[in-house]
Antibody
Framework: EVQLVESGGGLVQPGGSLRLSCAASGFTFDDYAIHWVRQTPGKGLEWVAGISWNGDSRGYADSMRGRFTISRDNAKNSLYLQMNSLRVEDTAVYYC????????????????????WGQGTLVTVSS | VLTQSPGTLSLSPGERATLSCRASESVYINFLAWYQQKPGQAPRLLIYGASSRASGIPDRFSGSGSGTDFTLTITRLEPEDFALYYCHQYGNSPQTFGQGTRVEIK
């Protein structure tokens, strides 16, 4: 059974940093690209970032590029999202989501749907 | 931009649900997916490629459409089908999601 378990969320002040993690099991982690998607009551679901099976190709949403960094450790079956210069509007539930492809196409990693999602971790940016 | 309609659909178990998703530009190769989300849960993939059912999804769920207009149909609503539904286009950059349609019990 595919399982994706996010952690690392919490309360952070504007301008602060946070590192999210996603622990994967139930599938061969390094066979697939994997992404972060966030959800807010106001904007709904929003794609954040994606990374190819070997980490060589990465993509970011325009509003996160330069502030967020996606990475993975295939030896640990883990995905990460380093978030810097956080803004109030980054407040959201962050999901890791697997795709049925090893690749990340283009600067926005589009072209593939999300076949499994984690339960999410809440990030609150507030003073 | 993906626009879903209606915002809320009030129906009874056993009825047919028809959800619409309209794109502001043609979706490349009909790369459109539908997800179901229940309170406190992660989204679950229902349909990809506009009309292909994901593994384990009951055949009362079907997707159709092409270009800019897509539809998710639930032929006979079961109690567990009352939830939020999102469309997602992954054929054009940047990939985007609709704002959701809530299917509620009438």
């Amino acid at each position: 059974e595919v399982q994706l378990v996010e952690s690392g969320g919490g309360l952070v002040q504007p301008g602060g940093s946070l590192r999210l993690s996603c622990a994967a099991s139930g599938f061969t982690f390094d066979d697939y690209a994997i992404h972060w998607v966030r959800q807010t009551p106001g904007k709904g679901l929003e794609w954040v970032a994606g990374i190819s099976w070997n980490g060589d190709s990465r993509g970011y949403a325009d509003s996160m590029r330069g502030r967020f960094t996606i990475s993975r450790d295939n030896a640990k079956n883990s995905l990460y999202l380093q978030m810097n210069s956080l803004r109030v509007e980054d407040t959201a539930v962050y999901y890791c989501a697997k795709v049925p492809s090893p690749y990340c196409s283009g600067t926005n990693c589009f072209g593939v749907f999300f076949d499994f999602w984690g339960q999410g971790t809440l990030v609150t940016v507030s003073s | 931009v993906l626009t879903q309609s209606p915002g809320t659909l009030s129906l009874s178990p056993g009825e047919r649900a028809t959800l619409s998703c309209r794109a502001s530009e043609s979706v490349y190769i009909n790369f459109l997916a539908w997800y179901q989300q229940k309170p406190g849960q992660a989204p679950r993939l229902l349909i990809y490629g506009a009309s292909s059912r994901a593994s384990g999804i009951p055949d009362r769920f079907s997707g159709s459409g092409s270009g800019t207009d897509f539809t998710l149909t639930i032929t006979r609503l079961e109690p567990e089908d009352f939830a939020l539904y999102y469309c997602h286009q992954y054929g054009n950059s940047p990939q985007t999601f609709g704002q959701g349609t809530r299917v509620e019990i009438k």
